[in-house]
């Protein structure tokens, strides 16, 4: 067994105003399943979030489902949780690969999310990373996903100017002659 070396945890960002997640987790293996969205909740109770869960089949249908809420909704962030098992197949790195892959394209389009999918060798590996009282990684996942929001929000109020027009409050538009000549 490897030695579980001392890492660096920061401290759970602080928001102004409400904060809304939704927590997509895969009941595929329930018992951790049900370890991860405890560890999840607790760190978002603890940061006054509110979130909704929902639930999917299997860890392939996270990012989809992410996907949809993150065009259809109004959620600043989002909380994959599931766990994928190696098995006897290739069928593993298959669904290991694709939603990691999945997770990490969301969040280059803008999406504030965590990956608490794991990707372990067996079960056991799995509940020492689902324990609620140990290195849950639903919570961890939890708070990526504040961490996210809160940098997300630190830039929403700054504008970058247009062309080669310093940035300000107000930009001129064309107008017809009458209304707002203001965007």
Not at 27 to 37: S, T
Not at 42 to 64: F, K, N, R, T
Request: aromatic share 4%; hydrophobic share 40%; charged share 15%.
């Amino acid at each position: 067994m490897a030695q579980t070396d001392a890492h660096t945890e920061l401290p759970t960002p602080q928001f102004d105003k409400p904060v809304k997640l939704l927590i997509v987790q895969s009941p595929y293996y329930k018992e951790i399943a049900e370890g991860l969205l405890t560890g999840a909740k607790a760190v978002l109770d603890a940061a006054g979030a509110s979130y909704d869960v929902v639930q999917m089949p299997g860890a392939l249908e996270i990012p989809p489902a992410i996907r949809i809420a993150h065009v259809q909704s109004n959620y600043d962030g989002y909380v994959a949780l599931g766990c994928v098992i190696r098995g006897e197949t290739t069928h593993y790195e298959t669904v290991c690969n694709d939603s990691s892959h999945g997770l990490m394209l969301l969040g280059l389009q803008g999406a504030c999310l965590g990956n608490g999918i794991l990707t372990v060798e067996n079960e056991q590996q799995a509940l020492v990373r689902a324990d609620p009282e140990g290195q849950n990684k639903g919570g961890g996942a939890a708070a990526a996903a504040l961490h996210l929001i809160a940098l997300s929000r630190s830039y929403a109020s700054e504008t970058k100017g247009v062309g080669f027009k310093p940035k300000s409050e107000t930009i001129l538009v064309a107008g017809r002659g009458e209304g707002t000549t203001t965007a």
